[in-house]
Nanobody, 121 residues
Framework: QEQLVESGGGLVQPGESLELSCAAS????????MGWYRQGAGQQREMVAV???????KIAGSVKGRFTIKRDYAQKTVTLQMNNLVSEDTGVYYC???????????????WGQGTLVTVSS
């Protein structure tokens, strides 16, 4: 039941924008953090942006000023608005979540299956 489903990837030209979304389902008592990682061809997976409980965020220096992350606490979703895309942003983007399923459970880490973003002219 517990899963993350991403959407919004695609092919765009440099300078254009995309919005990724991720929807969480299953048993959720609280979401500790929710965000996005990416992996380019031949690269290690890296953090892009994460929204923490309480409203604070972390964002990678390579995308700061261009990407914005937003959580919807009621709908249990997170979106990543990506503006001024460059070729270096190309990769598979994965939604990530740390959640608590009940008061008696420890944190559960979930990954989405990934959505491909290609930035090319």
């Amino acid at each position: 039941q517990e899963q993350l489903v991403e959407s919004g990837g695609g092919l765009v030209q440099p300078g254009e924008s995309l919005e990724l979304s991720c929807a969480a389902s299953g048993d959720i008592f609280s979401i500790v953090s929710m965000g996005w990682y990416r992996q380019g061809a031949g690269q290690q997976r890296e953090m892009v942006a994460v929204a923490m409980s309480g409203g604070s965020t972390k964002i990678a220096g390579s995308v700061k000023g261009r990407f914005t992350i937003k959580r919807d606490y009621a709908q249990k979703t997170v979106t990543l608005q990506m503006n001024n895309l460059v070729s270096e942003d190309t990769g598979v983007y994965y939604c990530h979540e740390d959640r608590v399923t009940s008061l008696t459970d420890r944190n559960l880490t979930l990954w989405g299956q990934g959505t491909l973003v290609t930035v090319s002219s």
